[in-house]
């Protein structure tokens, strides 16, 4: 079996390939839902726009369910402190979620304009909101969050969801809503034709733009937010015990690990690069080519704010002591080593099936194939 350490960094990497997977697979329906109502302006319009992702949209949901598994199952800790003290954030993405089912099954069920309509914005907000909420806990956890443990490692919230809500916070979701809304419409783009897919190039161009000059932004921002800095020394071996390190806050921390890792400036490169690429290609209507460097762009972005943190998972704002590490908020060694080959085996066996769904179900979405299957179409 693999060390203990050496397992530490492997589920750190592990549960940001379950993020970026989540980010890429769900992302790009949650986008196509964003752009719903603003692609598609008749009926017909938009159940071209439903059916590019009806196909799809339930089984990546579980990039969802699976990066929460595993979060809950290799860094209990965080799972616990996170869902409490995000509470409130986390009902408002499950109420949101909510519209998602219902909208994609039954949307199309009554040929009633007000019925259809509701539910088109219902989708909307199942696909806008929960991006934007996650973007708003990113910028959160780079600030630190509120929280302490006592000496049975209970942890006590002291914020409100209010206060999530705060300049950089919300500047970090739009970073993330404008990066959903890109990949989305490129992937709409690739999925239709005529005027549906100028309208999705257009959103994804502009939605790619919003995205470079907020991911920027932030980066500069970040640069006068006091990060986080272990100064005791760690034991990567040790059982985990969140409480036995000592952390200090200083301005420009969170930059620390771009000095002593130069190529990891390759991740906010690449989050620029691939959203800029994706416009050009999809301006050149090369669109799954677009695809492929929004996806980049996504794993650029989510890789910046991990690596930008390491080895802080969910730093305190309240307890510096208390924050939360790759090193001591984990499993035992035995969890994450029976997990850590679960997954070596199950991993490939979800990316080959996705992998075979899409490659059967590919192809333009028509308004000619709608009308056809009126009674088996979304």
Do not use: C
């Not at 996504?298 to 305190?316: C, D, H, L, N, R």
């Amino acid at each position: 079996m693999l060390d203990y350490p050496t397992l530490k960094i492997i589920w750190w990497l592990l549960v940001g390939v379950l993020l970026v997977g989540f980010a890429i697979m769900d992302g790009h329906d949650m986008g196509v839902g964003t752009l719903l109502p603003f692609v598609g302006k008749s009926d017909l319009e938009r159940r071209v726009v439903i059916n590019t992702v009806g196909p799809h949209w339930d089984g990546n949901q579980v990039w969802f369910i699976t990066g929460g598994g595993a979060i809950f199952a290799a860094w209990p800790l965080v799972y616990a402190t996170a869902f409490s003290g995000f509470y409130w954030a986390m009902l408002v993405v499950l109420w949101a979620l909510f519209f998602r089912p219902v909208g994609f099954d039954y949307r199309s069920k009554i040929h009633n304009a007000t019925w259809r309509s509701t539910w088109d914005w219902g989708l909307f907000i199942g696909g806008a909101v929960p991006p934007l909420i996650f973007g708003v806990a990113f910028g959160n956890l780079l600030q630190g969050v509120p929280f302490q443990f006592d000496n049975y490692l209970v942890s006590t919230y002291t914020g409100s969801f209010w206060q999530l809500l705060n300049p950089f916070a919300l500047l970090a979701g739009v970073v993330s809503s404008a990066m959903i809304t890109m990949h989305g419409g490129v992937y709409l783009a690739h999925r239709t034709e005529g005027v549906i897919q100028a309208r999705a190039v257009k959103g994804a161009i502009w939605a790619a733009l919003v995205m470079v000059l907020a991911f920027v932004a932030a980066g500069v921002w970040l640069q006068n937010i006091d990060g986080y800095r272990i100064s005791s020394v760690i034991d990567p071996a040790a059982l985990p015990d969140p409480l036995s390190k000592t952390v200090v806050r200083e301005a420009g921390a969170w930059m620390a690990n771009y000095g002593r890792q130069p190529l990891i400036w390759l991740l906010p490169a690449l989050g620029v690069a691939g959203a800029l690429l994706a416009v050009g290609l999809l301006l050149a209507r090369h669109t799954l080519s677009a695809f492929v460097a929004s996806s980049l762009a996504v794993v650029g972005v989510i890789g910046t704010a991990g690596a930008s943190m390491f080895p802080f998972i969910m730093p305190s704002s309240s307890m510096p002591a208390a924050s939360l590490t790759v090193w001591d908020s984990v499993s035992s060694h035995l969890s994450l080593g029976i997990m850590f080959w679960a997954t070596l085996i199950f991993m490939p066996l979800i990316m080959l099936y996705t992998s075979w769904a899409y490659r059967v179900m590919r192809g333009k979405v028509t308004a000619g194939y709608v009308q056809e299957n009126e009674h088996a179409a979304y």
